[in-house]
């Protein structure tokens, strides 16, 4: 990697109204760049319809020593349930 280059995580969505996927990341120096980059090397056989394009070091993700109390169920807060509510009498659909 050439000083100056970041690197640019790459999401393409293939059609209209599915999610997005990452697929890779390119470098490259600015935003301009990173979307040409990521259009020429993920979507040349027309694989997309559209492309996300972030600096992967503007991503935030948990640490993995912190994962665990994270991503506990959350067993002390029922309320969080359906399951905790009743349904009143008479509501048919809900």
Do not use: C
């Not at 259009?39 to 559209?50: M, Q």
């Amino acid at each position: 990697m050439e000083s100056g280059d970041k690197v640019w995580e790459v999401f393409v969505q293939k059609k209209s109204g599915l999610p997005f996927k990452h697929v890779g990341n390119v470098h490259a120096y600015d935003k301009k760049m990173a979307v040409q980059n990521a259009r020429d090397l993920y979507t040349r056989r027309g694989e997309g319809r559209e492309l996300w394009v972030v600096p992967t070091s503007e991503i935030v993700s948990v640490p993995l020593d912190d994962a665990d109390a994270f991503f506990d169920p959350s067993e002390d807060k029922p309320y969080r349930h359906a399951t905790f509510y009743e349904i009143p009498d008479g509501v048919k659909h809900l």
